[in-house]
């Protein structure tokens, strides 16, 4: 049972132009959300979050926007550089669970071109 | 102020084998938690610890897997008699205090285990 799901495996941009990532989930519980950035042989660093009482956060070239009706959450990037080719990742956690536990979606691979 | 640390980076072991896995919250992080990401998967939760105690084991297999985060020392995951199924990369995370609706977890760089 996927309750995180990023459908789109692949995204491939042109340098300075925007990148939206889309993710889905099913879990009306989950009230946080995140979305990490993964290089190959690293670990997830840490991007932007937001709390379901907001429909959207911006920090720099990094905005998040949920739409709880429709269980859905996007990641935009703009201007979209060469750097930002990494794989990304969405989670959510439910807190009333106190348990922290992030589910994440399989991924989407993001290539930006010079 | 360093991350989260983890070692080894690479982890070959035999069949049968034991594998240690040892993970270093960031300073001040009192919240450890494990996952493990197969090929061509997401990252999967496993267990989240607090010092000298499990809070929730509900994504750990029901054998040859435990996790321990002692008083002191690092967070330990432990794989006894692995199997070529076990072959992952693990990654740890820690977070400084559980706040719900704002739990933001910093990863490791992980610890890449292939068993022969």
């Known amino acids: 049972d996927q309750q995180v799901k990023q459908n789109s495996p692949s995204l491939s941009v042109q340098e300075g132009r925007i990148s939206i990532l889309n993710c889905d989930y099913t879990n009306s519980m989950f009230d946080y959300f995140l979305w990490y950035k993964k290089y190959p042989a690293e670990g997830p660093t840490f991007l932007i979050s937001i709390s379901s009482i907001k429909d959207k956060n911006e920090d720099g070239r990094f905005t998040v926007f949920l739409n709880k009706s429709a269980k859905h959450l996007s990641l935009h990037i703009v201007p979209s550089q060469p750097g930002d080719s990494a794989v990304y990742f969405c989670?959510?956690?439910?807190?009333?669970?106190?348990?922290?536990?992030?589910?994440f979606g399989q991924g989407t691979t993001l290539q930006v071109k010079p | 102020n360093a991350g989260v640390m983890q070692n080894p980076r690479h982890l070959v072991r035999r069949r049968g084998q034991e594998a240690r896995l040892r993970c270093s919250p960031m300073k001040g992080h009192s919240h450890v938690y494990w996952y493990r990401q197969l090929p061509e998967e997401g990252l999967k939760f496993m267990v989240y610890?607090?010092?000298?105690?499990?809070?929730?084991e509900s994504g750990m297999p029901k054998e040859r897997f435990s996790a321990e985060f002692p008083k002191e020392g690092p967070s330990i995951l432990r794989i006894q008699q692995v199997v070529r199924g076990d072959s992952a990369a693990y990654f740890c995370a820690s977070s400084p205090i559980l706040i719900a609706g704002t739990d933001t977890q910093y990863f490791g760089p992980g610890t890449r285990l292939t068993v022969l």
């Open positions: 989670a959510a956690s439910d807190g009333s669970s106190n348990t922290g536990k992030l589910i």
């Open positions: 610890l607090q010092k000298e105690n499990i809070i929730d």
